[in-house]
Antibody, heavy 126, light 113 residues
Framework: EVQLVESGGGLVQPGGSLRLSCAAS????????MTWVRQAPGKGLEWVAN????????NYLDSVKGRFTISRDNAKNSLYLQMNSLRAEDTAMYYC???????????????????WGQGTLVTVSS | DIVMTQSPDSLAVSLGERATINCKSS????????????LGWYQQKAGQPPKLLIY???TRESGVPDRFSGSGSGTDFTLTISSLQAEDVAVYYC?????????FGGGTKVEIK
């Protein structure tokens, strides 16, 4: 069974930092693109970043570029999101998700997300 | 960025009746080389993460009931629930995965009338 479990959220002051983690199990983590998606309280979904299997390619939402860094450790089956210079507008539930394969092909990032974690809440407030 | 616009924002449908949700993209998400529409639909129930229902605009994810169907091409798409069940109460989102940044529609809340 595919499982994704996020951790690391919490309350942080504006300008502060947090590191989110996502522990993956039930599939060959190193074979898949992975992504972070966030959802502000009572709002819709917003894609944040994604990362290729070998970390060779990373993409970010413009509003987080230069502040957030996505990374992974395939040996530990883990995905990370380092968040610096946090702002009030970064307050959200952060979901880790797997980018789906197409007929077994995991090469492309242009796929929907087929498995999601339960999320970890980040609150940026003084 | 590709802007995804959903309508309506919310709808109330009687049990057993049809629910129809629309999604429009600001540019085509049809990839000419493979004739696939890079469009998915998700269901999010209260307090839960999103669940993938439909991809390539009309392909049901494994395990998704056949009362859920997707249609459309290019810039205009529809999610239809043919016979609404109580467990279908949720917010539904469309997403384009044609281009980075991937973008979602604003969501449509489906309730029981």
């Amino acid at each position: 069974e595919v499982q994704l479990v996020e951790s690391g959220g919490g309350l942080v002051q504006p300008g502060g930092s947090l590191r989110l983690s996502c522990a993956a199990s039930g599939f060959t983590f190193s074979n898949y693109w992975m992504t972070w998606v966030r959802q502000a309280p009572g709002k819709g979904l917003e894609w944040v970043a994604n990362i290729k299997q070998d970390e060779d390619e990373k993409n970010y939402l413009d509003s987080v570029k230069g502040r957030f860094t996505i990374s992974r450790d395939n040996a530990k089956n883990s995905l990370y999101l380092q968040m610096n210079s946090l702002r009030a507008e970064d307050t959200a539930m952060y979901y880790c998700a797997r980018v789906s394969a197409d007929s077994g092909n995991t090469e492309s990032q242009y796929r929907p997300s087929d498995y999601w974690g339960q999320g970890t809440l980040v609150t940026v407030s003084s | 960025d590709i802007v995804m616009t959903q309508s309506p924002d919310s709808l109330a449908v009687s049990l057993g009746e049809r629910a129809t949700i629309n999604c429009k993209s600001s540019q085509s998400v049809l990839w000419s080389s493979n004739k696939k529409n890079y469009l998915g639909w998700y269901q999010q129930k209260a307090g839960q993460p999103p669940k993938l229902l439909i991809y390539w605009a009309s392909t049901r994810e494994s395990g998704v009931p056949d009362r859920f169907s997707g249609s459309g091409s290019g810039t205009d798409f529809t999610l239809t629930i043919s016979s609404l069940q109580a467990e279908d109460v949720a917010v539904y989102y469309c997403q384009q995965y044609y281009d980075i940044p991937l973008t979602f529609g604003g969501g449509t809340k489906v309730e029981i009338k």
